[in-house]
């Protein structure tokens, strides 16, 4: 559960496909949500040294304040995450790696 809602919810959410007469299609659901955990994977493994997930530290942002952040969607979060900014560590992460942690990091946000 992230932010008081079901990992399922959030996955539709992000998903799109939460259309109440047409219902969920369990595959983009299912696919939604493993893409933020495995999203979740890469920030444990990379990023956790600097970022925590829900409390900013004196280092950087909280991954949840990042979310919060005006315009921080899906699209621009996997372009932020392609450039070198520094005083942040370099990670050379693969396009699937990025795009699935710009899901989790919105996965985050407030809805």
Do not use: K, Y
């Not at 949840?64 to 699209?75: F, L, M, S």
């Amino acid at each position: 559960m992230r932010n008081g809602m079901p990992a399922l919810a959030i996955a539709l959410a992000l998903a799109g496909c939460a259309a109440p007469e047409r219902g969920i299609d369990p595959v983009v659901a299912a696919e939604a949500g493993a893409r933020i955990a495995r999203g979740e994977a890469v920030v444990a493994r990379w990023c956790a040294d600097c970022h925590a997930i829900a409390v900013d530290t004196a280092d950087a942002p909280s991954f949840r304040t990042i979310a919060q952040r005006p315009g921080r969607d899906g699209a621009h979060l996997a372009v932020f995450l392609r450039e070198d900014h520094f005083p942040m560590t370099t990670f050379r992460l693969f396009d699937h790696e990025r795009d699935d942690v710009a899901a989790f990091i919105v996965s985050l946000a407030p809805r």
